[in-house]
């Protein structure tokens, strides 16, 4: 028991002096420059020893209270070289486990994360100095000259304008603005850095040419240039502006194929399917009711006699059939649709080098449906384009069938012919039916082209691979198949 006692006695001894040191430890940080005796006097040291359970006998002044007694060879009488340096008194420094450094470190690094302070900085351009676009373009601008935030003030402009650019042997000069040599017009007008062709110096506006002067031009070009190499491109004028764009969907038909309302004639499928589930009870119904009259019998089979022709004939064509012009391919140069590369202005580039019929990217048939216009953009058309085809990939007949209703109500659209899409390989393609995967369903098939071609206007081709695997390839009997089809 004694020794109990003793061992008690000296584990409380200890604590009570680790807790004096700690305490020492924050007063010399809190008070740096108080001298050891007078940190001593505060703590008022003493020989003896407080119980466990560190509470003052009733004898002591209620001074003591919050005096912490302490040895007094524990009392530090000079500051430690491993504290960081001394701050003012009234900053109290937090300790942590790497001497106070690591938050310091960590704020500065945070400060200088991702960015080069020592890097030249171009002075920002006030909103007023900035010329409206509207403006610019000889438009009215939307906002009124009284609440634009940007300049309305051609001539303050033109002032304040800097000189054209200058160099490249002098071939800016003589040429002058590209866009001004080719389209006869320049969106950016009075801030073109070649624009002294096309800008009138007195007033800032921002000269058009007319048709007739584009191609009094492009004929002295052609005289001009008579002794260019033969291997060397010939470059074709693109006359007009970027609104000479076709097949550009319009906005009501966009809204209409978001909200699902476009007065398609072919129905869906599911659609289909549940009409002749609805004809089959009908006709259930019909059987347990023989003893009505016989005039609703009639009435009803005569409704449902039309109903059934009118899913029968889903490919009914929206418009009228116009004679279908064919395409000779025989001994011209093809732009096969490239998915990612053969977009707008690689096509251009390509009818610059000498290709005779061209054909836009793979767009899907339900992205289409759905009015996504990342996907009506890959059926725009460029005036240089001769013979212009549109590549389409759908998994069911009446996809295709309604993109065809969709491509000859919509005017101004301009579509040589439709290429179906079955050689895709990526799964997200397959997936839903379309692509390679439509090889292996001839009737799927056999529905899309007879859809296809009631609708449209124009020849429908069809690109395959020799087979949906390496093992075996079925493309050279799939082909005399769809010959045998007899579809016109």
């Not at 209620?62 to 070289?81: I, M, Q």
């Not at 550009?248 to 072919?266: A, E, G, N």
């Not at 659209?413 to 179906?420: G, H, L, Q, S, T």
Request: hydrophobic residues 30%.
């Amino acid at each position: 028991v004694n020794l109990k006692k003793i061992s008690t006695k000296r584990r409380e001894e200890r604590t009570q002096e680790q807790s004096i040191l700690r305490t020492i430890s924050l007063l010399s940080l809190s008070q740096p420059n108080m001298s050891g005796e007078t940190l001593a006097s505060t703590i008022k040291p003493s020989s003896e020893t407080t119980s466990g359970t560190g509470r003052n006998n009733g004898n002591s002044n209620k001074a003591d209270d919050f005096a912490v007694k302490v040895k007094p060879e524990f009392v530090l009488t000079e500051r430690s070289p491993v504290l960081t340096p001394e701050k003012p008194i009234n900053t109290v420094t937090p300790v942590s486990s790497d001497n106070g450094n690591s938050n310091d470190r960590r704020n500065n690094k945070k400060s200088r994360r991702g960015q080069n302070k020592k890097r030249p900085r171009d002075a920002k351009i006030a909103q007023a100095d900035k010329v409206c676009l509207a403006i610019v373009r000889g438009e009215e601008c939307p906002f009124g000259a009284d609440k634009c935030k940007y300049n309305h003030d051609l001539k303050e402009i033109l002032a304040n304008r800097q000189e054209d650019i200058h160099g490249i042997d002098g071939y800016l000069n003589e040429e002058g603005c590209p866009a001004w040599r080719l389209r006869g017009y320049c969106d950016f007008g009075v801030m073109c850095r070649l624009g002294s062709c096309h800008i009138n110096m007195s007033t800032g506006q921002n000269l058009r040419k007319t048709a007739d002067e584009c191609k009094s031009d492009a004929s002295k070009d052609d005289d001009n240039n008579t002794e260019t190499e033969a291997s060397q491109p010939k470059v074709q004028l693109a006359i007009g502006h970027q609104n000479d764009i076709k097949n550009v969907i319009s906005r009501d038909t966009m809204v209409k194929l978001r909200k699902s309302t476009y007065p398609f004639v072919c129905k869906r499928h599911f659609e289909v399917a549940k009409e002749k589930q609805r004809q089959k009870e009908d006709a259930k119904v019909k059987e347990m009711n023989e003893e009505a009259p016989k005039a609703v019998d009639a009435d009803r089979e005569h409704l449902t006699a039309t109903e059934a022709k009118s899913v029968g004939d889903a490919t009914t064509p929206a418009l009228p059939l116009k004679e279908r012009k064919l395409i000779d391919f025989r001994n011209k140069v093809y732009i096969a649709p490239l998915t990612t590369v053969g977009n707008l202005p690689f096509r251009r580039i390509m009818k610059q080098f000498g290709a005779d019929i061209t054909c836009g990217e793979m767009a899907l048939a339900d992205q289409l449906l759905q009015g996504k216009a990342s996907e009506w953009a890959l059926l725009k058309r460029h005036p240089s384009e001769d013979v212009f085809g549109v590549q389409i990939a759908a998994g069911h007949a009446d996809q295709y069938t309604r993109i065809a209703e969709v491509l000859t109500n919509e005017e101004g659209f301009e579509i040589d012919f439709v290429d179906m899409n079955l050689g895709c390989p990526i799964d997200l393609v397959c997936e839903k039916g379309a692509g390679a995967s439509l090889m292996l369903r001839e009737k799927k098939l056999r529905g899309s082209v007879e859809g296809l071609t009631k609708v449209l206007n124009c020849p429908v081709t069809i690109k395959m691979r020799t087979g949906w695997d390496e093992k075996k390839n079925f493309a050279h009997n799939l082909v005399p198949n769809i010959q045998k089809w007899g579809i016109e």
